[in-house]
């Protein structure tokens, strides 16, 4: 059973930083793709970085690039998200995500992906 667990989420001022981290249980690290989506109120669930723990490509939506780093430690089965100069549109609940491959260019898709965590809050007040 494929488990995805994030953490790191809170409330940050803008201009902050803020690490989200998701551990994984139940398969080998590294040979999954895997990625980050947010979800604020009312809106879709959105891409925002995607990496390739195999290849070790990486994407980001244009509206975090530069500001947001997403990277992986085999050794300790955990992918992260470093968010700095945190923005209020950046608050929105925070999931990691996996599948077995993705095609880089559907990175962003949701459903380009089977396995989900529970969810993070970031909360950035301006």
């Known amino acids: 059973q494929v488990q995805l667990v994030e953490s790191g989420g809170g409330s940050v001022q803008a201009g902050g930083s803020l690490r989200l981290s998701c551990a994984v249980y139940g398969y080998a690290y590294g040979s999954y793709d895997m990625g980050w989506f947010r979800q604020a109120p009312g809106k879709e669930r959105e891409g925002v970085a995607f990496?390739?723990?195999?290849?070790?490509?990486?994407y980001y939506a244009d509206s975090v690039k530069g500001r947001f780093t997403i990277s992986h430690d085999n050794a300790k089965n955990t992918l992260y998200l470093q968010m700095n100069s945190l923005k209020p549109e950046d608050t929105a609940m925070y999931y990691c995500?996996?599948?077995?491959?993705?095609?880089?260019?559907?990175?962003?898709?949701?459903?380009?992906?089977?396995?989900w965590g529970q969810g993070t809050q970031v909360t950035v007040s301006s």
């Open positions: 990496i390739s723990t195999i290849g070790g490509s990486t």
């Open positions: 995500a996996a599948a077995s491959w993705v095609y880089g260019g559907r990175w962003y898709k949701p459903n380009e992906y089977n396995y």
